[in-house]
């Protein structure tokens, strides 16, 4: 049975940190791509960070470019989201996202599976 569980979602002040950890099992975690994506109340669902398995490069919005960063773990089949600086537009319920490719993308499309979501309140 594949599974994606987040944690370490909780409510934070601005300008606090946060660490999220997606823990992987029922698939080759070595073998697929990994994404986070965020949704906050009333918007779509968008693209936050994510590590290709090809080199492990990584990609980041750009709100959050320089705050977070992203790895991963294979021993452990568990990627992490490292979020520093949070301010209070970073609220949202944040996802973890498995691709079966080489590659990472932004787009939900490009994604298998999908883990239920953690939240994360910026709040002072």
């Known amino acids: 049975q594949v599974q994606l569980v987040e944690s370490g979602g909780g409510l934070v002040q601005p300008g606090g940190s946060l660490r999220l950890s997606c823990a992987a099992s029922?698939?080759?975690?070595?073998?697929?791509?990994i994404g986070w994506f965020r949704q906050a109340p009333g918007q779509e669902r968008e693209g936050v960070s994510c590590?290709?398995?090809?080199?492990?490069?990584?990609n980041y919005e750009d709100s959050v470019q320089g705050r977070f960063t992203i790895s991963r773990d294979n021993a452990k089949n568990t990627a992490y989201l490292q979020m520093n600086n949070l301010k209070p537009e970073d609220t949202a319920v944040y996802y973890c996202?498995?691709?079966?490719?080489?590659?990472?993308?932004?787009?939900?499309?490009?994604?298998?599976?999908w883990g239920q979501g953690t939240q994360v309140t910026v709040s002072s």
């Open positions: 996202a498995a691709a079966g490719r080489l590659h990472c993308l932004f787009e939900d499309y490009y994604y298998d599976y």
């Open positions: 029922g698939f080759t975690f070595h073998n697929y791509a």
């Open positions: 590590i290709s398995i090809s080199d492990g490069s990584t």
